[in-house]
């Protein structure tokens, strides 16, 4: 059962049967997803011994795993299984900052604007030795401000 949707524009690395600008929703089982704050500030401490800070931006992040297990639905028509094809079509779709939305299941599923981290590489690993096709994907998002 998919705990979390994905919300995202097809741009890249299409897979057969979806076009560039097509609306893909991903309905996902997510084993991980864990905050942590982002934050964005300069400190100088003077001779004397005072301290001076400024603040520029405070951010969420989160931690994301996901299984491959859920659907992909392209456009609200088509429904496809998910698969890894789709997780690399949705990786490079977003890997230049696009923006995607997620719910966020720590907020009664409230849907939250989102990004890979800058400079994050998601990465692929394989849930059990003795399955060949079956992968999890780990990846970090910021909300997008």
């Known amino acids: 059962?998919?705990?979390?949707?994905?919300?995202?524009?097809?741009?890249?690395?299409?897979?057969?049967?979806?076009?560039?600008?097509?609306?893909?929703?991903?309905?996902?089982?997510v084993t991980e997803f864990t905050p942590s704050y982002e934050w964005s500030k300069t400190d100088k401490l003077t001779k004397s011994?005072?301290?001076?800070?400024?603040?520029?931006?405070?951010?969420?992040?989160?931690s994301v795993?996901?299984?491959e297990e859920g659907t992909v639905t392209i456009n609200d028509a088509t429904t496809a299984d998910l698969s890894g094809s789709y997780m690399n079509m949705f990786f490079n779709s977003?890997?230049?900052?696009e923006e995607f939305t997620i719910t966020n299941i720590d907020e009664d599923d409230a849907e939250v604007s989102v990004q890979l981290v800058a400079n994050s590489t998601p990465t692929i690993t394989r849930r059990d030795p003795t399955f060949i096709d079956s992968f999890q994907y780990s990846f970090t998002i910021r909300e997008a401000i």
């Open 94 to 97: 977003v890997r230049a900052s």
């Open 1 to 29: 059962m998919s705990n979390v949707v994905i919300t995202y524009t097809a741009l890249r690395e299409l897979v057969t049967g979806v076009s560039s600008g097509d609306q893909i929703e991903m309905s996902v089982d």
């Open 49 to 62: 011994g005072i301290q001076d800070s400024r603040d520029f931006y405070a951010n969420m992040n989160w």
């Open 65 to 67: 795993t996901i299984a």
